[in-house]
């Protein structure tokens, strides 16, 4: 059974390449992308000054352009960006640019350094400061050292990471065709070549770094990580909740069948079964909320709770829990109740729990050492998709209660075409979901002795 296992946690990492390499090329090949987010928000912000008098340019330029395509890896082929999405390739940051200007042009600022400028340029460093004066040999860099303030070359050959490169007017070009989807002789004919300065990091999922959200502007783990308490506050609650009640109510309904508690409380499960968590919680709060003023409309807590004492907190959390739970509990409660009464029930009519009374067992004996055992081996093989459960979320509900946690994440970020987000909330669900199916089998396995992995 242990080699089982083992194999089965071997199994989790490929399949779970398989999933990001899918979710990834979905969310770069779909139209929509945080390039066409960036610019739609900087032409309403164009609309807006130009509405109001301003006398702001509209639309973004290229060279902001060139960055965003840059920062979110629509500068490289998708197989090369997914794979320093990753982590295993490493990406190119602090992009610093400059261009080569042609003989006798101006060279205002550059002093009497710069002596061809065909092939030398001073580049400034980003986030450095510092000037760097670059040689290239036709299409290749010949050397680069510091320039101090004075603008005397530094005799170093320590250039602390920075690597540099040649971008030709061609690269340009055929740059400026990809993103316009253009022919490669439309593009300008303006463009000169260029170095690019860069340093060369790993920033991936395996360095545990998911990018940044276009629609927050904060990291994404970041934003994960402050919605995961939430998340793991409903979703244990509503666990505890549901398996310790459903499963005492379907072993007295088993044994009560079509008695009068039986059928009440089907009708019941029934109802709510049939109603959707999302739209109960419209409707509780319209009634319970708005009209009622019973339980507040949104939020978790309310606005002066770092202002209260322990046990006002207590109880704030607990009158802002109470409607929200109830719609997270109401439709796998029905779910489980019923699967645990017709287990139950299956098993009681067998041979074995008939001949265990026949031989002096007691009713109350075969049921739970018997019967029972047997009944929860397929409630059993979905245990571990709790853990989904209770990480994940339901966006539906937190999104009629406006409680901010990982299902409200993950539809805000669909509203907002939020790759980084999408793909990041993705593979997190994805691994949850695997472990999930591991934890299943290990739970059956510890249950049922008759199973046996090999």
């Not at 998911?210 to 970041?222: A, I, N, R, Y």
């Not at 009158?319 to 017709?342: E, Q, S």
């Amino acid at each position: 059974m242990r080699e089982y296992f083992i194999r089965r946690f071997l199994l989790i990492p490929p399949t779970l390449l398989g999933v990001t390499l899918i979710v990834f090329a979905i969310t770069r090949l779909v139209p929509g992308g945080p390039i066409e987010h960036f610019l739609e928000e900087a032409q309403k912000a164009s609309e807006g000054a130009s509405s109001s008098g301003g006398q702001m340019a509209g639309g973004m330029n290229e060279e902001q352009i060139e960055k965003l395509e840059e920062e979110y890896g629509y500068d490289k082929p998708i197989f090369i960006s997914y794979l320093q999405w990753l982590g295993i390739l490493p990406r190119e940051r602090f992009i610093s640019k400059a261009d080569f200007r042609p003989a006798g042009s101006d060279k205002i600022g550059t002093g009497d350094l710069i002596k061809d400028p065909e092939n030398e340029v001073l580049l400034v460093l980003k986030n450095d400061g510092r000037q760097v004066m670059v040689k290239r040999e036709e299409k290749e860099i010949k050397g680069a050292a510091f320039v101090s303030s004075d603008m005397t070359l530094l005799e170093s050959t320590d250039l602390g990471g920075w690597r540099f490169r040649i971008e030709t007017k061609k690269d340009r070009q055929v740059r400026w065709a990809e993103r316009n989807k253009e022919a490669v002789d439309k593009a300008p004919q303006n463009y000169d070549d260029r170095v690019v300065g860069y340093k060369r990091t790993y920033a991936g999922i395996l360095q545990g770094r998911l990018g940044v959200s276009t629609e927050f502007g904060d990291p994404v783990w970041s934003l994960i990580k402050d919605r995961i308490p939430i998340a793991l506050y409903f979703g244990i609650l509503t666990a505890l909740i549901t398996y310790g009640i459903s499963l005492p109510l379907g072993i007295l309904k088993a044994i009560k069948h079509r008695s009068a508690v039986d059928n009440l409380t089907s009708v019941l499960i029934f109802i709510g079964y049939a109603i959707p968590g999302f739209a109960l919680g419209a409707v509780m709060l319209i009634y319970l909320g708005a009209r009622g003023g019973w339980f507040p409309l949104f939020g978790l807590t309310s606005t002066d709770f770092s202002q209260m004492n322990f046990f006002e907190q207590v109880k704030d959390l607990a009158h802002h829990t109470v409607l929200p739970l109830t719609c997270y509990v109401i439709g796998g409660f029905a779910w489980l109740t019923m699967m645990m009464k017709n287990n139950l029930m299956e098993n009681l009519s067998t041979d074995y729990v008939r001949t265990a009374v026949a031989k002096g067992v007691s009713f109350r004996s075969a049921v739970f050492k018997h019967a029972f055992r047997n009944s929860i081996i397929p409630i059993a093989s979905t245990m571990g998709q709790l853990i989904t459960m209770i990480v994940g979320g339901s966006i539906l509900i937190e999104s009629v209660f406006d409680i901010q946690g990982f299902g409200l994440l993950q539809y805000q970020a669909l509203l907002g075409r939020d790759q980084t987000v999408i793909m990041g909330t993705l593979t997190i669900a994805a691994a949850l979901l695997l472990i999930g199916n591991v934890l299943s089998d290990i739970i059956v396995a510890i249950i049922d002795p008759r199973v046996k992995f090999n």
